[in-house]
Nanobody, 122 residues
Framework: QVQLVESGGGSEQSGGSHRLSCVHSGLPGGVHCMAWFRHTPGKKREGVAAIADSATKYAESVKGRFTISQDNTKNTLYLQMNGLKPEDTAMYYC?????????????????WGQGTQVTVSS
C-alpha cells in the first residue's frame, strides 16, 4: 500500500522559514519523481517544485526561496521554504510518479499525500 504523509505545516510570519516533510512508503519501483504542489480554495492547484534523482525544477513563484530535497535512506521528501510571503499560504501536498521530466503543470501524479497547511501572515 502506497502512503505519503506530509508534516511540518503551521503558521509563520512573512519573511520566515519553514520546512515540510513527506514520508513515503510502498512506492512501486520506477517511481522516482517526487513533487510538491499547493492549493488555495478558489485557485488552481500549483506545482511548486519537483525532484528526480538529483535534478530539480521549481515554479517561478518560489525559485530562489524554496528548496526541494530528499533523503532516500529515510524515504523522506523535504521542502525548505525561506522568505515566506502571505501568497505562499496554501495546503501543501507531496506527490509521486515515474515522470522523467518532473512536470509541474498540466499533468496528474498517481500518488498523493493528504496535505499539510501552511499559513503566512503579513
Amino acid at each position: 500500500q502506497v502512503q505519503l504523509v506530509e508534516s511540518g505545516g503551521g503558521s509563520e510570519q512573512s519573511g520566515g522559514s519553514h520546512r515540510l516533510s513527506c514520508v513515503h512508503s510502498g512506492l512501486p519501483g520506477g517511481v522516482h519523481c517526487m513533487a510538491w504542489f499547493r492549493h488555495t480554495p478558489g485557485k488552481k492547484r500549483e506545482g511548486v517544485a519537483a525532484i528526480a534523482d538529483s535534478a530539480t525544477k521549481y515554479a517561478e513563484s518560489v525559485k530562489g526561496r524554496f528548496t526541494i530535497s530528499q533523503d532516500n535512506t529515510k524515504n523522506t521528501l523535504y521542502l525548505q521554504m525561506n522568505g515566506l510571503k502571505p501568497e505562499d499560504t496554501a495546503m501543501y501536498y507531496c506527490a509521486a510518479d515515474s515522470y522523467t521530466d518532473m512536470p509541474l503543470s498540466n499533468i496528474e501524479y498517481r500518488y498523493w499525500g493528504q496535505g499539510t497547511q501552511v499559513t503566512v501572515s503579513s
